[in-house]
């Protein structure tokens, strides 16, 4: 496969969230707000590209009977980078995602492709696949936080979109709106891209 | 600001479910809730190993983390602790009681990586819980975890027969289930209210 193509693959057909169900624990919880969705996403790329690499860097010392742990301990150091770097940067938002940056190292996406691409691969296409994944991964984030932060608080990226006669959905703002968008984003791709027949 | 610990101990179930509201432990919530006897083998031992491995937690951050100022190692070594108990608890289990080794021990590897677990952990700190909070909190994050998922393999089965469309099928009508499930909770939430 070509670097093209792998990237093509991860981001659209093999998607983490869509395809794989994979992470979708932190796509429900920070989608109330754009914002907070982009910084996570950013972090998720960056987690996945770097310890993709790492794993991949380091594959054929790991023995396979101990990978897993190695694996998740090389995660936990780049989700640590990426903690640390927020709360010197960016404390308000830090604040805000709380626990679920910390959550990267258990979201399944990072493991998933740890242990399905990054540890049989070379270390450049172990790259690409994780900054497509990533991709992926945020591109629904923003998708749905899109829907939610408009009808939810009226506005995009924190700016006011909505006039003054809007009133604010808050059912968007609470837990139920975020399963209900992901099935039906899902409930859209599957149809119209991967064109699922009964 | 000090809560009861009985409080928070419901408050986790119900106001504050782990899963309907906070959204952790959704992979395996999505995939081991085909069968009922499954999805409570699973709860069982996510509601276990997130009691003890919080409390372990609790006792290693305000003990070790904080005195030697390693706080920043908190991710990497909450998840050895719980890993290490994990491997533990299926050593302990596979050498006393067999039977209940090959009800539950094929979903021990699963535990590690379940955010909830984590998650549990993460929020004890983030909201200075003390260690008997801790405890309510956990206990009552488990069984909260335990009710969805056994809900949930519940209405699954239900719809085993129904007609469901094509594109629908599998984790997507899971969750739409699971927001249903979260709009009944919201109705709980006058009783008690932690953050």
Known sequence: ?198 | MEISAFVLFWAAIFTGNILLTYFLGMCSYLSISKEIESAFGLGIAVAFVLIVTSALNWLVYYYILIPFGIVYLQYIVFIIVIAAFVQFLELVIERYTPSLYYSLGIFLPLITVNCAILGVGLFMIIRKYSFIQTLAFSAGSGIGWLLAILMLAAIRRKLKEKMVPAGLRGAAISLIITGIMALGFIGFSGIVQIQ
């Open chain 1, 1 to 198: 496969m070509t670097k093209k193509e792998i990237f093509i693959n991860a981001t659209f057909k093999d998607n983490a969230i869509w395809r794989q169900i994979l992470g979708i624990c932190s796509a429900l919880a920070v989608t109330n707000l754009m914002l907070n969705s982009l910084i996570m996403g950013l972090g998720v790329i960056f987690t996945l590209a770097m310890a993709g690499m790492t794993i991949s860097l380091i594959r054929a010392w790991t023995p396979r009977s101990v990978r897993m742990m190695v694996q998740v301990l090389i995660i936990a150091a780049y989700v640590i980078i990426v903690d640390i770097f927020l709360k010197a940067n960016m404390p308000v938002i830090s604040k805000q995602l709380g626990p679920y940056v910390g959550l990267i190292i258990t979201n399944c996406i990072l493991m998933g492709r740890a242990e399905a691409f990054a540890s049989q691969n070379k270390v450049m296409d172990s790259l690409v696949d994780g900054i497509g994944s990533g991709i992926g991964y945020t591109m629904v984030l923003l998708a749905i936080s899109f829907i939610r932060e408009l009808f939810g608080f009226g506005s995009i990226f924190g700016f006011r979109i909505m006039g003054d006669w809007w009133t604010a959905w808050s059912i968007m703002v609470m837990a139920p709106s975020a399963f209900f968008l992901l099935a039906m984003l899902i409930w859209i791709i599957n149809t119209y891209y991967y064109k699922v027949k009964a």
